[in-house]
C-alpha cells in the first residue's frame, strides 16, 4: 500500500514539473511573440533593445559625435553612488571636523602672539603688488569654495532651511560663479606662484622649524625666512599641488568642447571634488592662522606692513637679512630704510 502511496506521489511530481516546463515554454515562447509584435510596431521600443541600452552597448543614431549612441552610460550609477555617498559623507565630516578641530585649539591654546612687546616700528612686509596677487587669489578661491560646496552640499544643508525656488536660485548663481571665477582663479595662482617661489623653497632649518612645532609646542621663537616651513607646505602642497588638480580637472568640466568622453567627465568630477574638498578643509587653518590665529599676521597682508617684533619673531632669518642690508624690502626699497618709510603704527 505505502510504495503505491509514495509511487503515486511521484508520479504526481512528476507531472506537476512537466506541466511547469510547459507553462515556462509557452511564456516564453509568449513573450518572444510579443517582443517580434512590438520589433513591428515601436522598432527600438521593446525589451532586447532597452537591455542593449542598459548595458551601455553602443547603438546606431543618426547624431554626429562622440558616443552619441551609447543612450545609457553604465558607470554614471557608479559615479552618482561615489559623488553622493563616500565623498559627499566623509567630504562632509572632514569639513565639519576640521571646524570643530580650530575651535578647540583656539579655545584651549589661543592665538599665536607675541613674546615681546611691539616697538611701534613698522617693517613692510608685503608689496602692494604681492597683497593684489594674495587676495585676488584668496578671494576668487572664497568664491569657488562656496559655491563649491553649494554644489555638494546645499541640498542637504541649505534646501531643507531656505526651500526650493532660494536654493535653486542659490545653486545657479553659484554654478555660474563657480564656471567663471575658476579660470581667474587660475590665472592668479600662476600669478602668485611666479611672484612668491623665491621665498618658498625648503632650507635646513625648516626642519628645526617642524620638529619645533613652530614654537607652539614649548611656547618658544623658532627662527624662520621669510615664510615658516608650514607655510612653505601650504604653498607647494595646498597653492600648487592641490591647486594644480582642482583647476585642471576644472577646466575638463569648464570646456566640454574637446571632445571629452562622458567618462573622462565623471573621472574630472570625481577628482575635482575630492581635490577641492581637500584645498577647502587646509584652507580653514591657514585662513585661521591669518586672521585670529596669530596676532599681527592680518595686518601684514591687509596693509603690507608688521611690527618690528613680529618680523622679528615669525621671520627672523628674513628680518635680520633686510636690517641688514642683505636682502631689500618687498618694495625694492634698501632694508635700512625701514625706520624712514614705515607709516606710524595703527593702533589696533
Ligand atoms: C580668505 C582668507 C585668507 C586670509 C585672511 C589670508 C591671510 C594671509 C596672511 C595674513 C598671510 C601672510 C602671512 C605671513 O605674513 O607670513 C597670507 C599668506 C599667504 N596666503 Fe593667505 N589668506 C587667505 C586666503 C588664502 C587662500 C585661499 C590661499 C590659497 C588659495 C592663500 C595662500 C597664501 C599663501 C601661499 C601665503 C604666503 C605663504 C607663502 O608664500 O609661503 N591665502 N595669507
Known amino acids: 500500500m505505502r510504495a503505491m502511496e509514495a509511487g503515486m506521489r511521484y508520479l504526481l511530481l512528476g507531472l506537476a514539473l512537466l506541466l511547469a516546463a510547459f507553462a515556462g515554454t509557452a511564456w516564453a515562447q509568449q513573450a518572444q511573440e510579443t517582443q517580434a509584435q512590438r520589433q513591428q510596431v515601436q522598432p527600438g521600443n521593446n525589451a532586447p533593445v532597452w537591455r542593449d541600452a542598459r548595458s551601455g552597448k553602443e547603438g546606431f543614431t543618426t547624431v554626429k559625435g562622440r558616443e552619441t549612441g551609447v543612450l545609457i552610460q553604465t558607470e554614471g550609477q557608479t559615479w552618482r553612488e561615489l559623488r553622493n555617498g563616500p565623498i559627499t559623507r566623509y567630504g562632509g565630516w572632514l569639513v565639519v571636523l576640521m571646524l570643530i578641530a580650530i575651535g578647540l585649539f583656539y579655545t584651549l591654546h589661543g592665538p599665536i602672539g607675541l613674546h615681546s612687546p611691539r616697538t611701534g616700528k613698522m617693517i613692510e612686509r608685503f608689496s602692494p603688488f604681492e597683497r593684489i596677487a594674495h587676495w585676488s587669489m584668496a578671494i576668487s578661491f572664497c568664491i569657488l569654495a562656496l559655491s563649491g560646496l553649494t ?3 546645499g541640498k542637504h544643508v541649505l534646501l531643507p532651511v531656505i526651500g526650493y525656488a532660494l536654493f535653486s536660485l542659490l545653486a545657479e ?3 555660474n560663479l563657480h564656471n567663471f571665477v575658476g579660470p581667474i582663479f587660475l590665472f592668479s595662482i600662476v600669478v602668485f606662484v611666479l ?8 632650507r635646513a632649518y625648516d626642519l628645526t622649524w617642524l620638529a619645533k612645532g ?7 621663537v623658532v627662527p624662520s625666512g621669510r615664510f615658516n616651513a608650514a607655510e612653505k607646505i601650504w604653498f607647494w602642497g595646498g597653492v600648487i599641488g592641490l591647486g594644480t588638480v582642482s583647476c585642471a580637472s576644472g577646466l575638463v568640466m569648464d570646456f566640454p568642447n574637446f571632445d ?3 567618462a573622462q567627465m565623471m573621472l574630472a568630477n570625481s577628482v575635482h571634488v575630492i581635490a577641492g574638498i581637500l584645498f577647502i578643509v587646509w584652507s580653514f587653518t591657514h585662513i585661521y592662522l591669518g586672521t585670529v590665529g596669530t596676532t599681527g599676521a592680518y595686518e601684514g597682508m591687509r596693509n603690507g606692513y608688521v611690527d618690528e617684533t613680529w618680523a622679528r619673531e615669525h621671520a627672523q632669518y628674513w628680518y635680520q637679512d633686510v636690517k641688514a642690508g642683505r636682502r631689500e624690502l618687498p618694495s625694492g626699497e634698501s632694508g635700512a630704510a625701514v625706520a624712514a618709510s614705515a607709516p606710524p603704527q595703527t593702533q589696533h
Open 151 to 153: 554644489m555638494l552640499f
Open 195 to 202: 611672484k612668491f617661489i623665491g621665498d618658498n623653497f625648503p
Open 214 to 220: 613652530g614654537g607652539v609646542i614649548g611656547d618658544a
Open 173 to 175: 548663481i553659484g554654478k
Open 260 to 262: 571629452q568622453t562622458r
